[in-house]
């Protein structure tokens, strides 16, 4: 049997390292998926297009010359027959410079435009934030599928042990065949958990490949031994004033706010007079006898007024449209921060908690080890049955298994409260990194 289940899982690394992948951790793959991840390129992408909308707004003030130029071939045929039928060509040139000099719709609209450009750069902040989130629980999701594997396939060598031994028994007599029963379906569902575990680390592995379009053979694993401490502040009213500050979600929201009054503003100023200052020099040739040629220069320097008086109700109607989504905005802005004080406030309790939870898991953990192995003693000296052997190694099992994922579910929703708060880094990973060990047995 041991033979059987050495064999398994040379099968189980054969079918996970069956190409000539790479060995990576936390750092490197964050790396990699910084150049690689569709959702942030797409962010990066979007936030450099609106950027463009400041300098698009701020030329609409600047000074704007155009240049002219026309030329054409004129045939004059004169009735009666006249031999003074006649084809000559007529040119011109011209260029005008018009400087806006009272425009204040266009200056609200540069002050929207400026709005809009920091809201597109706390949306991919936020993207940033968001990716180191998605690497980190997608890194540990698949240490978190490999310690469940891991514990699968020692449940099932463990419970193959025990229906080994629990035949021999029973063919000498020293126990009933419910005991082999028991042992058997023990058995029956630790395989059945090793396959699904199988499947769910291949579903892991796949999240974390598809963000940074590579491929793995092994990843680093967790030193449970690291700090779990309470978040630093341990303060939750810090940590609220954190997030009301710096989260990137709601300034986003801020400053869509601001460019949604800037806005309404700009079509406000719609019924305002405009003024610009205009220079133009124009040249023009024309031939013909009628006309004996004719070449002429013109400069002209003017200062033009403008008064919109009425459009059709266009203008009302676009302050109204600005003013409604002005309204949409400040709620918008609204429930932004009261999203962002209660999500604050509901994972420093999560995070508070998952300490206190990683310390019992551990405490579980030992005591279900003693119990196992005190049960096994038992049951060599025919004190225990072979259902209280079971049941302490699903025990130990579990145990072992629940204090892993309560380690991954601490450093997961510890980073999610950093996100939160705004201030998630790459150095939160860089600490975290200094935790993670090469997997030897997994890369050998």
Not at 243 to 261: D, F, G, I, V
Not at 329 to 343: C, F, I, L, P, V
Request: hydrophobic letters at 35%; proline letters at 2%; zero cysteines.
């Amino acid at each position: 049997m041991k033979l059987l289940f050495s064999g398994f899982r040379a099968a189980v690394l054969f079918t996970l390292l069956n190409t000539p992948l790479q060995a990576a951790n936390l750092i490197d793959i964050y790396k990699q998926a910084a150049d690689n991840d569709p959702v942030i390129l797409a962010a990066r992408a979007q936030q450099q297009a609106n950027s463009e909308i400041v300098p698009q707004s701020r030329s609409t003030l600047l000074p704007s010359i155009s240049l002219t130029a026309n030329t054409q071939t004129i045939d004059r045929e004169f009735s009666g027959g006249s031999n003074s039928d006649e084809r000559f060509n007529s040119n011109g040139y011209g260029a005008q410079l018009t400087q806006p000099l009272f425009r204040a719709d266009r200056w609200f609209t540069l002050n929207a435009a400026k709005a809009t450009k920091k809201q597109a750069l706390a949306l991919y902040k936020n993207a940033q934030q968001e990716l180191i989130l998605r690497v980190a629980t997608a890194y540990f999701n698949v240490l978190r599928a490999e310690d469940n594997l891991t514990a699968a396939v020692a449940r099932e060598t463990a419970f193959g042990q025990q229906l080994e031994q629990a035949n021999e028994r029973f063919r000498v007599g020293l126990i009933a065949a419910t005991d082999v029963y028991e042992a058997q379906a023990g058995f029956d569902l630790a395989k059945v958990e090793r396959i699904s575990s199988l499947e769910a680390r291949h579903n892991s592995v796949a999240t974390l490949q598809s963000l940074t379009n590579q491929s793995y053979s092994s990843v680093d694993s967790l030193d449970k031994n690291m700090p779990v401490t309470s978040p630093s502040p341990i303060a939750l009213t810090d940590w609220v004033e954190l997030a009301l500050a710096n989260n990137p979600q709601l300034l986003a929201t801020k400053h869509q706010l601001n460019s949604a009054k800037q806005a309404m503003r700009a079509e406000k100023s719609g019924h305002l007079p405009t003024i610009d200052a205009k220079a133009s020099y124009s040249h023009s040739e024309e031939g013909g006898t009628s006309f004996l040629g004719n070449e002429s220069d013109t400069k002209v320097f003017a200062l033009e007024l403008t008064l919109p008086l009425f459009e059709g109700g266009n203008r009302n109607s676009k302050v109204r449209e600005a003013r409604y989504r002005h309204e949409k905005a400040r709620q918008d802005y609204e429930n932004s921060y009261r999203q962002t004080r209660e999500q604050i406030q509901t994972q420093h309790r999560t995070v508070t908690t998952d300490v206190l939870r990683v310390k019992a898991r551990q405490a579980a953990l030992k005591s279900s080890e003693s119990a196992l192995e005190a049960t096994e003693g038992g049951y060599q000296v025919g004190t225990r049955n072979i259902v209280d052997v079971l049941q302490a190694q699903n025990n130990s099992f579990n145990a072992r298994r629940d204090y892993s994922n309560a380690i991954y579910d601490y450093l997961i929703n510890l980073l999610t409260l950093k996100r939160i708060a705004g201030n998630l880094s790459e150095e939160d990973l860089s600490t975290i990194n200094q935790w993670l060990t090469i997997d030897t047995d997994a890369t050998s």
